[in-house]
């Protein structure tokens, strides 16, 4: 019964050699000789790259000379080209669903080593595809409707830049930052590299931009707390954190600031890695965006533990006045957006140099780490551009130790690709500020960007001492007179071939770049995956960088990997654009996988309404059966498995799709 | 082919984590054994308990089912659906005399293309042990049996005298 169906259809098989990918370790030919023997199979061909035109109109033409009404492809990974072959088989006029593709590369030729054996694999492979193609339906694609709003989540440099973007293009972007002001790390930098611009100088007009812009809502202080929806739909809940000031009518004025009952500064400042003190009432920096001050209930006196008390005489609200801007009532707010797609630039975190104990930070107190460093040479840091350690001196000698947190098997192991350049950024402006003598103790020195290599040159002519070799440790401890008082660096110098050691009054050490601490709540949040290394996992290395595995969410910056600012913006446009193509469209385009029920076998048990994490199945109480909302349907195929009477059937999968697939698989010894 | 018996081991992969995962560990050119034929499903909470005992039937020596990280599915909670059901699947199997490395249900994530590696060399190696499950063969010979029985029973029908009750009871018997 089922060979006179199967003698029904006119498969065509075709085989990609990929250049030698496939063809080194599948005999492809045989393959193709195999297949062109199974029932149902009318032409079998073998071809050099299949994904390529000549090889896409090789499909089209034998369609319609052959008259072939089920194409299967034999080559890489369907998450790479299903979409590619699918196009072709429907512009050779067949419905783009009687097609189905063999991962025989990825699956298949790079991951054996016996070529007899991959041949067979192959072949089973290719078996089970010609018994499952012939079952296979005719399906149209569904289109939905996209939201056009956006919602960018972080408010970097990636996240400002895509936002600006998206916004200049006319769209409603809602930009949410989890701090009290825009800006990300770059607000905490000095100057930039390699062309020693000021970072405020190319930031603040841009955050400003931001601010002001008509079509960009911003949403700080707060934090996305629950995402739902698909594509085109999304509906997001963002959590707004009390700052005990009503944003509209605060004007930016600082007088609270002034007149807080607190004369001095006296807490931990977040923004100058705590080497500069801030008040319970407190604007992050000069150009914070927005110009909203903030209250820290956690040191105000009107608090306690968190909790309103108020007992303070509250000065800051005399001094506000009229504005009435300052509310301690404030409670944290619930807020939901709808959006068609968004953009994920939640950044980085340094690495806590306290992990690698042998360099002494957080034990001697001269030595830092490279961002602390940013805040003290910063003209409107902690010292107004000055710099002096925490024992009042000003440094005679600097060492910078490159890789701390990096390329190493017990911290991390990836290079944060930005480290050699900031080092040399900060012993140029180092040098500048104190005129001390600067080594810097690097592995390798990694410059690949447009002027990096002469920014190195630069430093060299400059005078800056470069030792190859990783620093040993730092200690205290002087073994002559000259080290007395100072911080010694004990390194082997590696060009130089023996073991050094180095007085310094002051190090700095260049830490490398971390996923976020909640980098794996974000990603379950959007769905999405994260490398080994727990950074933000993109569709395809190459050819979909910003995209994820989730349809319409987009991920740009450090949150993918370590990169620079140049890199960092160039992603965020590209994030923006692939925003931009998905809404213009106007539409999205299913997969049409959806699950729908026999209305004749259901007998109306509801095992499969619990199932469905997406409510899509009901019970029709008028027919006693179970009804699935397509719309709602995202395709998993659960209720499908769990269904006793058989009565569901997903669309694309089957079940005798598969078990057809089961038994091709294991036809072939 | 080798001479060396090779288990033949059906796979069901989710789409989202750890099909993406037998990607990966391609692309980095990791190399395991060849005698795995990967499924594709969209999420492992798809796999029909059916499916693992028509691939046992059918001549496979082992099942992997291959899904997301527990809180990890694409599809919210399809991968505990799955973990569910092959508990159950599991006391089933071992009344049924199949071992227990024969089938196996693991959590891969997108990145883990090193597990792919591991968890198929690592399977591989339990069922050459095992030996071969033999499902077709031994349904023929329980085939065999069945009919011999049937023929026995028949033969024993026929030299009763035949009542109508009994032609009845036979009848259905034979249904």
């Known amino acids: 019964m089922d060979a006179t169906k199967k003698q029904d259809v006119r498969i065509g098989f075709y085989i990609c050699h990929c250049g030698s990918n496939i063809a080194a370790m599948v005999d492809c030919p045989a393959v193709a000789r195999y297949v062109e023997k199974l029932p149902g199979v009318v032409l079998s061909r073998d071809y050099k790259y299949m994904c390529s035109d000549p090889g896409q109109e090789l499909i089209q033409k034998d369609i319609k000379e052959h008259q072939l009404d089920r194409v299967v492809v034999a080559s890489c990974s369907p998450l790479l080209h299903e979409h590619t072959f699918r196009a072709a088989v429907e512009a050779g006029g067949l419905n783009p669903f009687f097609f189905h593709m063999v991962n025989i590369r990825e699956h298949d030729s790079w991951v054996h080593t016996n070529k007899v054996e991959a041949t067979e694999k192959a072949k089973a492979l290719a078996h089970a595809a010609i018994q499952r193609v012939a079952k296979h339906k005719s399906l149209e694609v569904k289109k939905v409707p996209i939201h056009p709003d956006v919602l960018v989540v972080g408010g970097g440099i990636a996240g400002i830049h895509a936002a600006m973007t998206m916004a200049n293009a006319g769209k409603k972007v809602y930009l949410v930052e989890r701090e009290p002001s825009i800006g990300g790390h770059m607000a905490k930098f000095d100057k930039t590299f390699p062309t020693l611009d000021c970072a405020a100088c190319i930031l603040t007009p841009k955050m400003s931009e931001v601010g002001s812009h008509p079509n960009i809502t911003l949403l700080t202080y707060s934090e996305v707390a629950k995402m739902d929806g698909y594509v085109g739909n999304y509906t997001v809940t963002v959590k707004r954190k009390p700052r005990y000031v009503i944003e509209d009518q605060c004007t930016g004025c600082q007088e609270c600031i002034a007149n807080c009952v607190y004369k001095e500064p006296k807490f931990h400042d977040e923004f100058n890695e705590g080497l500069g003190k801030r008040k319970p009432v407190y604007i992050p920096f000069p150009q914070a965006t927005p110009q909203v001050v903030a209250i820290d209930p956690k040191v105000c006196l009107n608090f306690r533990n968190g909790v309103l008390t108020d007992k303070c005489k509250k000065s800051c609200v005399t001094a506000c006045g009229e504005k009435k801007a300052i509310d301690f009532t404030q409670q944290e707010t619930v807020q939901d957006i709808k959006v068609g797609t968004i953009i994920v630039t939640t950044g980085f975190k340094t690495f806590d140099a306290k992990r690698v104990p042998q360099y002494g930070y957080g034990k001697f107190p001269n030595v830092y780490t490279a961002l602390e460093i940013e805040r003290l040479v910063n003209a409107s840091g902690p010292t107004a551009g000055h710099v002096v350690m925490r024992d009042g001196r000003e440094p005679k000698s600097i060492g910078i130790i490159h890789c701390v947190g990096s390329r190493d098997k017990k911290t991390n192991r990836w290079c944060s690709r930005v480290c050699c350049m900031y080092s040399m950024k900060l012993a140029h402006l180092l040098k500048e500020h104190t005129g001390a003598e600067i080594y810097s103790f690097y592995i390798d020195m990694r410059t690949p960007g447009k002027g990096y290599e002469e920014f190195y040159d630069k430093l060299l002519e400059e005078g800056v001492h470069f030792i190859r070799g990783r620093v040993g440790e730092v200690t205290d401890w002087a073994m002559s007179p000259e080290e007395e008082g100072k911080l010694v660096i004990r390194v082997e110098d590696t060009l130089a071939g023996y073991v050094r050691r180095i007085p310094f009054d002051m190090v700095v050490l260049a830490t490398g770049m971390e996923p976020q601490a909640d980098a794996q709540d974000v990603r379950r949040m959007f769905n999405m995956s994260c490398g080994s290394e727990g950074f933000f996992l993109e569709r395809h290395p190459k050819l979909a960088p910003v995209s994820t595995f989730t349809e319409g969410i987009f991920i740009a910056g450090a949150c993918q990997g370590p990169r620079d600012i140049p890199d960092t913006v160039a992603q965020a446009g590209a994030a923006a654009a692939e925003a931009l193509a998905l809404i213009d469209k106007g539409h999205i385009e299913q997969e049409p996988n959806t699950a729908f029920i026999l209305d004749d076998e259901c007998c109306g048990c509801k095992s499969c309404i619990p199932l469905c994490p997406y409510t899509a199945i009901t019970f029709d109480e008028s027919k006693k059966k179970a009804t699935i909302n397509e719309a709602l349907c995202k395709g998993c195929g659960t209720c499908v498995a769990a269904c006793p009477s058989g009565s569901i059937v997903q669309n694309l999968f089957d079940d005798e799709e598969i078990f057809s697939e089961i038994d091709g698989v294991l036809a072939h010894d | ?175």
């Open chain 2, 1 to 175: 082919m080798t001479s060396e018996w090779n288990p033949r081991l059906v796979a069901f992969f989710c789409n989202w984590c750890t099909y993406t995962a037998a990607d990966l560990a391609g692309v980095s050119r990791l190399k395991y054994a060849s005698n795995v034929r990967v499924i594709r499903l969209m999420c492992s909470g798809r796999v029909d308990p059916q499916f693992i005992l028509d691939a046992l039937a059918k001549g496979a020596d082992g099942v992997l089912i291959g899904g997301c990280h527990p809180s990890d599915c694409h599809y919210v909670e399809g991968n505990y659906k799955c973990l569910r059901r092959f508990q159950l699947l599991k006391r089933m199997l071992s009344d049924m005399g199949i071992e227990e490395g024969r089938v196996r249900l693991e959590w891969i994530s997108a990145a883990e293309g090193e597990k792919v590696k591991t968890v198929i060399n690592e399977m591989t190696a339990t069922i050459k042990q095992l030996g071969p499950l033999g499902m077709p063969a031994k349904f023929e010979e329980w085939d065999k049996e069945m009919e011999h029985f049937a023929a026995a029973v028949h033969a024993q029908e026929a030299q009763k005298a035949p009542c109508a009750e009994h032609a009845q009871l036979q009848e259905t018997a034979h249904v």
